[in-house]
């Protein structure tokens, strides 16, 4: 690098748009940020930090520690082979002297380089670092033509695509302005202040002061600046009255991206409202307006309510004012919905599912309930005989509060309205708890249901789901699951492991299966669900911390075998490899698996074991068989690994002084029948093939 090309510039882009929606904010300054990481090395200029800043109207970059120019840097490029450009006594041929010529090299500096199975001559030219300022026109276009966010659109004869109108362009290398244009906005180093608070344009001379300078004039630059702001004064305003907001980090996130100067107003609404149910509530707050709940201490919602102005505080009488004559419109339809609701009981719309499509394929959802109630019985007859009729009353009702007036309006609230309207239709409580708990888990990691009735529901919803699409051929694929079959899954696992019910999946995905009529391959379909449920659980098992051959060598067992009782096996396995001894007896077992034959043999003949190391196998798989099955039965694993460890001995002895592919052709089959026996033994615990190596001795 030249002495001239010292790190230390910086250099500023800001995109200045019409109001861009909250959702793609924070997208569109993560694609800022790489794709001006990406065409900086692209263009061989170093930097030391990239920062990134976002309102509503702008997206910005700043890149610290660049040079004034690119770095020197080195070139090869091949011509033709040695052969072709060297005579027998090495002079040069026309070839590659033409080469050198082209590439401006002198025919002595061109070298020999290997490429392939061939040599051939390579010019080796020196690129010097053009000014960065020369190339930062067209590297601030490509950045800015490199964000893709979803619905842009054209405007006005511009013939781009952003997300929406970009209004103005600026550009600094370090306090020096960088010309460019797209679609006829020239840049600058003009910016804008607040749309309303400080309209006018201004200049900004040092990238250092972008944030200071656009704080006076009303624009907080710094979207995490911004939320920690709105959470802070949102604490201090209702500090006052004893409340706090109702914690919801989406709403947050999504706030600070809707304002450039955050002012929180504290308002109320009439407390005739509070009789309302709290979902509906802070939904109605939340969905429409973008307003923060607000509960006490003890987490009981108020009548108070933050609004986030984007305007002055001296605007604050106004805003509360607004907020609260609107508030109150919302709240009455709400109430008009949930009043109108309360008129007609749950059990009087199971009929109107039938009039509710759920998929085309699939009829309607009354059709869906059918199936659901055919699952209830199973798994109430399965685990709870004395809540069977709580779970199936449960699974009738659970898709009808989808026809209410509130639920139409908040479809979020599904499951949750079910419940207000259940308990005021005198239903039991743990059927009006299901209908709300059937939806979880919503997210990964997410709140489980608590209930027994609400945790079958839940299974049995998921199930006939995932089992009711794969039937007609709707399932995940590579990235795409567009009906989230893959979180549903996992949701049926993790309340599975987490009530600890003895339930075998494979039951599970037949019951669902049989509850659906007219399917073309049933065998195929419950093949590749039981695929789909196997790959949720290694994934669910390398989360929990366990490695990848533990969860091989249990999986294939994971359709069949109840998932805690699967997770008893693998947490045992894991104890064992850490025993030296384990590994002695894996290398035995391997050892077998490798020469069984994969066909099958005949049964094994007790008068065809000639030798004493054979006969005396066959004792020690007698003795272990014994116990085997009750060990098992008993999810003894630790005294049933110990006890297959036994084998290790004998099993050595015979290879030891036994020649199993004897000439006799009976005996040998023999001999790889008894060792068949031990290995569908021993892989009635684990795949002991797919197990490394543990600890050495």
């Not at 890149?63 to 072709?84: C, I, N, Y």
């Not at 200049?203 to 300078?213: C, F, G, N």
């Not at 790959?535 to 091989?552: C, H, K, P, S, W």
């Amino acid at each position: 690098m030249n002495e001239d090309t010292t790190s230390g510039f910086s250099f500023l882009l800001e995109i200045g748009t019409e109001d861009l929606p909250a959702r793609f904010i924070l997208p569109a300054i993560q694609q800022l940020k790489e794709n001006t990481q990406k065409i900086l090395a692209e263009n061989h200029i170093t930097f030391s930090e990239i920062r990134t800043y976002s309102t509503p109207r702008r997206l910005a970059t700043i890149v610290e520690g660049m040079p004034l120019a690119q770095e020197d840097r080195t070139k090869e490029v091949f011509g033709p082979s040695k052969k072709v450009a060297f005579d027998e006594n090495g002079s040069p041929t026309k070839a590659a002297i033409g080469f050198a010529h082209g590439q401006g090299v002198s025919v002595e500096k061109l070298t020999i380089r290997n490429k392939g199975k061939g040599e051939y001559v390579v010019a080796i030219l020196e690129e010097k670092g053009v000014q960065v300022k020369k190339i930062l026109p067209e590297i601030s276009k490509k950045i800015v033509l490199s964000i893709h966010l979803p619905k842009s659109m054209r405007w006005g004869n511009n013939s781009i695509r952003f997300v929406r109108p970009i209004r103005w362009l600026m550009a600094l290398f370090d306090s020096e302005a960088v010309e460019f244009e797209i679609d006829g906005i020239r840049s600058s180093n003009l910016t804008r202040g607040h749309r309303f608070l400080s309209p006018v344009t201004f200049q900004l001379k040092e990238i250092s002061d972008y944030k200071v300078l656009l704080a006076s004039k009303c624009v907080m630059a710094d979207h995490e600046e911004r939320k920690k702001m709105i959470h802070g004064k949102m604490e201090t305003l209702l500090s006052t009255i004893g409340g706090k907001p109702v914690d919801d980090p989406e709403l947050l996130d999504t706030v600070v991206n809707l304002v450039e100067y955050p002012v929180p107003v504290l308002a109320t609404f009439p407390e005739e409202y509070l009789k309302l149910p709290k979902e509906l509530l802070i939904t109605v707050m939340k969905g429409h307006q973008k307003y923060f709940a607000v509960e006490d201490r003890n987490g009981r919602i108020t009548n108070h309510f933050v609004v986030i102005s984007n305007t002055s505080e001296e605007n604050s009488a106004t805003v509360r004012v607004g907020a609260e004559r609107v508030i109150k419109a919302r709240f009455e339809d709400a109430r008009f919905y949930f009043e109108e609701d309360g008129k007609k009981r749950l059990s009087e719309r199971i009929e109107e599912l039938r009039k509710v499509t759920f998929q085309e394929s699939l009829g309607s959802l009354h059709e869906k309930m059918k199936r659901m109630v055919t699952i209830s019985e199973y798994l109430g007859d399965k685990l709870m005989p004395q809540a069977k009729d709580g779970i199936v009353r449960a699974a009738r009702l659970a898709k009808t509060d989808l026809l209410t007036g509130v639920v139409r309006e908040f479809p979020e609230l599904q499951g949750i309205m079910g419940k207000y309207y259940a308990l005021l239709d005198g239903e039991e409580m743990d059927v009006a708890e299901a209908l709300e708990e059937q939806y979880l888990p919503t997210h990964s990691g997410g709140r489980l249901p608590r209930t027994d009735t609400g945790s079958l529901l839940g299974i049995v919803d998921k199930i006939d789901n995932i089992a009711s699409f794969f039937s007609i051929g709707l399932t995940p694929t590579g990235s795409e699951d567009p009906f989230a079959h893959r979180r549903q899954a996992l949701g049926i696992i993790a309340i599975i492991l987490d009530k600890g019910y003895y339930l075998p999946l494979k039951g599970l995905v037949d019951k669902a299966l049989e509850a659906i009529p007219n399917i073309k391959d049933r065998g195929e379909t419950c093949s590749k669900i039981s695929r789909f449920f196997e790959n949720r659980l290694e994934t669910v098992f390398a989360d929990l911390g366990y490695d990848a051959d533990m969860i091989q060598s249990i999986i294939s067992f994971s359709m069949n075998v109840e998932l805690g009782e699967i997770k008893k096996r693998i947490e045992t396995i894991k104890k064992f490899k850490k025993d030296s001894n384990f590994n002695d007896f894996l290398i035995a077992v391997k050892r077998i698996n490798n020469i069984i034959p994969k066909t099958a043999v005949p049964e094994l003949d007790m008068e065809l074991l000639l030798e004493d190391a054979e006969r005396q196998l066959k004792d020690r798989l007698d003795a272990v068989r014994s116990d085997f099955a009750v060990l098992l039965r008993d999810g003894k694993h630790s005294d049933l690994i110990s006890l297959l460890m036994t084998l290790t001995e004998p099993i050595n002895t015979f290879f030891d002084r036994v020649l199993v592919m004897d000439k006799r052709e009976e005996v040998k089959l023999n001999r790889l029948s008894l060792l068949n026996e031990i290995w569908k033994t021993v892989s009635g615990v684990a795949d002991f093939s797919k197990l490394s190596a543990g600890q050495e001795k």
